[in-house]
């Protein structure tokens, strides 16, 4: 723990983003902290007023003051939100840094975290964990013994997913996919740790969707996590680190894109730029990569009218906005017209579009209590639409809207939008 | 505070319903008129209207002011904490408690936003008719508290004209039913003495709430003119042929230039726009907009553009509805004034704000509510120049003197609060106010409901009007003279 100077004393340079904030609380509207503890300071507002306070030494780093800000879910819904073009990211993400740097988590809190991310940014290990994991299913059926459990622990065996991967590379996609037909672009495929790990079929499902569109796919075996966990939960060191080897992996070849089929990652990765911008070996190769950083819906949309056959899917599908992809990305028309290029599909509208799943990165797994009150609220929502399918496009909303969709006894599917995508394809 | 009085509270309320911690008490220090600022002593969160009840009664037996808050986006201060009082936070009663379709109302929570009962009734075709600008955030029982308005006010009437009943906690502690499900009742009409009293008679815990149809067709218009004055004839002209616009707005070019900095409305590049809403049957729509049109052609309307259907309309009203927030985009600062005119001396006040602007060397940029003549002239400032916020509120309040002396009023929507309250002399005589605060009185004889508000120079009750003398109580040494 770093102790020079005060703890926010890092957040001083960008207190004119902070000056940006007007304090009128149109944030608070689709804030998901503040919807559900509906307290000034578990809003974006209130925290950058915290900030402030915190650089002009009015507000010390307090347990309290860092419960404010482990509340946010970081899903950005306040910048859509805000009128005065706050960018709370920046803001947010600093605020994490110094966290980490200057106070001292209880103890609990500081092994469940290191877990956290001696696992998850390791598909290796996270596979290995995976397993156990898909078993424990038996331990929902036992009740008793789930009670005396902690609650992290429950909280995680109920994400844990139904299937598991498989074997050990059973969800892998092959190294290279030739384009269907002319090639009409050459694309790196990330194929991130969750996802990886938990939801195989849809990296395969994008590679194969790809390349129907005449995109030949590459997706390196070798590669590492992001670092989008690392960076939201203030472990910036960690996260350019992350950054630097996915640059490593991708060099050497010309991309007209590098596509990632999860929301999180790929913002981070359109952010390499920023993060690395204070790296003199590496600002100008961070800004080259994150300029061909694209989220597989902008990739195929671009590709659009659609060159491989669809057959018709006669569903009713609702499109849940990732808010990585909607509120950090700005990505939303997208996913909707690909959606809408499947024969037979009705896009139905979903209430409180705009509010987080809860799944938020890691938010639900330290914050679990709150997570699942969110899960419940987005799944009650999503229900109303009498969707047959949920599409999204981010392993973390998947994990936690099926979670919630299985509790409440829904029978609606939800899948990535490449799952369906491939469905309709016919051959 | 006192430590037992802190104990007592958090007895009254749910498990983290009481906040002491001075950084949480740090962020409740503002609402959204940010120069304004005091620490309260404790801010509560009920949850529901019998714990509400519980904190007034402590407060009232021991003594200790407190002012109800919404979600906290008022721009008046009306929601300022007062220093070391109590804070009641009503953004936790937020249940939409029924909805009436068949006769038109729905119950709700005060913490609930102006912009969710539209949202919940709308798929039964109904609205809830005021939209102030903040309605996406907004509670209604600020907009109770402060009689809001919006938009759509020119035609629909403000919060007041669609309140039916509330459920209050008097400042002694007592719970009172106001009004009714009716229409009108019989009796003094107590619910118009509660709305529009900025807090300051009692805390609103429940309100039945009119709700509307949905007209059956709108047609909404965006218009350029070369100028503020041509489109002030043509609001003018439009009105003075019997037609009452649902809403008429007029934005000025700093504000357009904000409001497409921050949520690219596509509006025309012109001096001055005006939005004209019209809604009705739709014949009588149709009729009116040819009329419309033939006016604003007049008027040497340099674009016009129709937004038939919701979408386009929405991304219209966007820019209008950001435009105060959107000033962050093109200043560090901003300073909201709110201020009332006859329509018809709308060209004459505006000349003197722009003569004000070029004296005081800080750009004025201007919305206003066209159809009832509500300005709201925005004032940048640099709040890191020394001098020059004070400079600016000199500057706003100069404003508020042009819109009194033209024989309007120094507030049409969001209330004196603690901003205006030293204006109150201007537009009140000494009678006037005198009579208003025998009725703060009868109903808080303590002035411990959000003290420090409306009037400018409070008053202990009891007190016999004219020079001052002391009062027992001061005497006393229990209370001390604001």
New interface residues.
């Given amino acids: 723990m770093d102790t020079q100077g005060s703890a926010f004393s890092s957040l001083a340079p960008l207190e004119p983003l902070m000056?940006?904030?007007?304090?009128?609380?149109?944030c608070?509207?689709t804030c998901p902290s503040?919807l559900l503890n509906?307290?000034?300071?578990d809003s974006p507002r209130?925290r950058i007023?915290?900030m402030r306070?915190g650089v002009q030494d009015?507000?010390?780093m307090?347990g309290?003051?860092v419960e404010?800000f482990d509340t946010c879910l970081g899903c950005m819904a306040c910048e859509t939100?805000?009128?005065?073009?706050?960018r709370y990211a920046p803001l947010i993400e600093e605020t994490r840094a110094a966290i980490e740097r200057h106070h001292q988590r209880p103890l609990a809190d500081r092994l469940f975290r290191r877990a956290l991310f001696l696992i998850l940014p390791y598909p290796r290990r996270l596979r290995l964990l995976a397993w156990p994991l898909a078993t424990v299913h038996v331990l929902k059926r036992s009740p008793r013994v789930l009670a005396a459990l902690p609650a992290r622990i429950r909280h995680l065996i109920a994400l844990a997913p139904q299937r598991p991967a498989g074997g050990p590379t059973a969800g892998d996609v092959p190294e290279r996919t030739a384009a269907i037909g002319e090639r009409r672009r050459r694309v790196g495929l990330v194929t991130g740790c969750v996802q990886r790990v938990f939801y195989g079929h849809v990296n395969q499902a994008s590679a194969r969707v790809l390349a129907a569109e005449g995109c030949e796919v590459t997706a390196p075996r070798r590669q590492g996590c992001c670092g989008a966990l690392a960076l939201h939960a203030g472990r910036d060191e960690d996260a350019r680190q992350f950054a630097r080897d996915l640059i490593r992996t991708f060099d050497g070849e010309r991309w007209d894109s590098i596509v990632i089929n999860a929301a999180g990652c790929g913002s981070t990765m359109k952010g390499y730029g920023e993060l690395l911008k204070d790296d003199p070996a590496w600002a100008e190769r961070a800004r080259a990569f994150s300029s061909k950083v694209r989220d597989i819906s902008e990739t195929l949309s671009e590709l659009l009218p659609p060159r491989a056959p669809r057959r018709q899917l006669p569903l009713r599908v609702g499109y849940h906005d990732a808010c990585h992809l909607a509120h950090a990305q700005g990505v939303r028309a997208q996913p909707r017209r690909l959606l809408e290029s499947i024969p037979g599909v009705t896009l139905v509208p979903l209430?409180d579009a705009e509010i987080c799943c809860g799944s938020a990165g890691i938010f639900n797994l330290v914050e679990p209590e709150m997570a699942a009150e969110l899960g419940r609220r987005k799944i009650a929502r999503l229900a109303e639409a009498t969707p047959d399918v949920v599409v999204t496009s981010n392993p973390g909303c998947m994990l936690q809207m099926t979670t919630h969709a299985r509790t409440a006894g829904h029978t609606f599917r939800i899948v990535h939008l490449a799952e369906l995508l491939a469905e309709s394809l016919t051959s | 505070m006192d430590q037992r009085f802190l104990d007592e509270l958090g007895a009254v309320v749910a498990p983290g319903g009481l906040?002491t911690?001075?950084?949480?008490l740090?962020?409740?220090e503002?609402?959204?008129l940010?120069h304004l600022r005091a620490t309260p002593g404790a801010?509560v969160?009920p949850v529901s209207a019998d714990e509400v009840q519980a904190v007034v009664r402590l407060c009232h037996r021991a003594g200790v002011p407190f002012v109800a808050r919404g979600?906290?986006?008022g721009l008046s201060g009306g929601a300022l904490p007062v220093e070391d009082g109590v804070v009641i936070?009503l953004?936790?009663l937020?249940r939409i408690l029924d909805v009436d379709i068949p006769n038109l109302r729905v119950t709700v929570e005060p913490?609930v936003?102006n912009?969710e009962i539209t949202?919940r009734v709308s798929p039964f075709g109904c609205y809830y008719a005021p939209d102030p600008s903040?309605q996406?955030?907004?509670s209604i029982g600020g907009n109770i508290a402060e009689n809001s308005g919006g938009a759509h006010c020119l035609k629909y009437g403000f919060t007041v004209h669609h309140v039916l009943g509330v459920e209050a906690v008097l400042p002694n502690g007592d719970n009172v039913h106001i009004g009714g499900a009716a229409l009108d009742l019989p009796g003094l009409d107590l619910l118009s003495v509660i709305v529009g009293s900025e807090g300051t008679l009692a805390v609103v815990t429940k309100a039945t709430l009119r709700i509307l149809r949905r007209p059956e067709a709108v047609l909404t218009l965006l218009a350029g003119f070369e100028s503020i004055d041509l489109a002030g004839e043509a609001v003018s002209a439009i009105i003075g042929r019997g037609i009452v616009p649902a809403a008429v707005e007029m934005m000025d070019r700093l504000t357009i230039q904000a409001a497409e900095?921050?949520?690219q409305p596509r509006f025309p590049d012109a001096n001055a726009v005006l939005i004209v809403e019209l809604d009705g049957p739709q014949a009588e729509v149709d009729e009116q907009f040819a009329v419309v049109e033939s006016v604003c052609r007049a008027q040497g309307a340099t674009s016009m553009e129709i937004a038939r259907d919701q979408a386009h309309r929405e991304r219209i009203w966007r820019g209008r509805k950001?435009a105060?927030?959107?000033?962050?985009?093109v200043s560090?600062?901003?300073y909201v004034q709110d201020g009332v005119v006859p329509r018809t001396k709308l060209p004459e006040v505006l000349r003197r704000i722009r003569d004000l602007e070029a004296r005081s060397g800080l750009r004025i940029g201007n919305v206003f509510h066209a159809g009832d003549g509500n300005l709201h002239p925005l004032i940048c400032y640099d709040a890191s120049v020394p001098g020059q916020a004070e400079h600016a509120e000199k500057v706003a309040s100069e404003i508020l003197l042009y819109c009194i002396e033209a024989g309007g009023s120094l507030t049409g929507e969001h209330g004196v609060g603690a901003d205006k309250k030293a204006y109150m002399p201007k537009m009140f005589s000494t009678d006037d106010l005198d009579a208003m605060h025998l009725v703060r009185c009868a109903f808080d004889p303590a002035g411990l409901c959000n003290p420090g508000k409306v009037f400018p120079t409070p008053r202990l009750c009891g007190e016999v009007p004219g020079p001052y003398r002391q009062h027992p109580l001061e005497r006393a040494g229990v209370v001390e003279r604001f």
């Fill in positions: 000056d940006k904030c007007v304090h009128c609380g149109f608070l509207s503040y509906g307290q000034e300071m209130g007023y915290l306070g009015r507000v010390a307090s309290t003051v404010h939100a805000c009128p005065s073009g706050v209430a | 906040l911690d001075a950084a949480d740090f962020t409740y503002s609402d959204a940010v801010v969160l979600h906290g986006t936070g953004s936790r937020n913490g936003t912009l949202r903040s996406i955030v907004c900095a921050a949520v950001a105060f927030a959107a000033m962050g985009r560090p600062n901003y």
